[in-house]
């Protein structure tokens, strides 16, 4: 799948290697991604989101432990603290029901001082 001279290439930050790491890479990451995202948009997202940390730690890829299941733990890790983060923001936002309870025939309640407005008083 990916080589040495390729890793090695990329984690000295040339672009063209990166860009074939990133292809090679692609399926295996987007595998991971579909399986926790709703659409397809945030799955690619999450990627790109995964790859960058993985060309940031690539001088720390250690050659003994299979590429393809060290850059699996690193976009499962990345999908972990965007749920964390997302999780937080979800927990603030609260629904309120405004309409009436109390009202049971449909009818709106209006204010008390539009109540009180007459129509000839709106034309003045």
């Known amino acids: 799948m990916v080589t040495q001279p390729l890793l090695h290439d990329a984690a000295n930050g040339d672009r063209r290697a990166q860009f074939q790491l990133y292809k090679r890479c692609f399926s295996v990451l987007?595998?991971?991604?579909?399986?926790?995202?709703?659409?397809?948009?945030?799955?690619?997202?999450?990627?790109?989101?995964?790859?960058?940390?993985?060309?940031?730690?690539?001088?720390?890829?250690?050659?003994?432990?299979?590429?393809?299941?060290?850059?699996?733990?690193?976009?499962?890790?990345?999908?972990?603290?965007?749920?964390?983060?997302?999780?937080?923001?979800?927990?603030?936002i609260e629904n309120q029901d405004f309409t009436d309870t109390n009202n049971h025939d449909g009818l709106v309640d209006f204010n008390t001082a539009d109540l009180q407005f007459e129509a000839g008083q709106l034309r003045r």
């Open 30 to 92: 987007m595998g991971v991604c579909v399986r926790y995202r709703r659409s397809e948009e945030d799955a690619v997202a999450m990627v790109n989101e995964g790859y960058l940390k993985i060309v940031n730690n690539l001088p720390r890829y250690n050659a003994d432990t299979p590429f393809e299941a060290w850059i699996r733990r690193i976009m499962i890790n990345t999908l972990i603290d965007d749920f964390r983060k997302n999780r937080k923001v979800h927990e603030l």
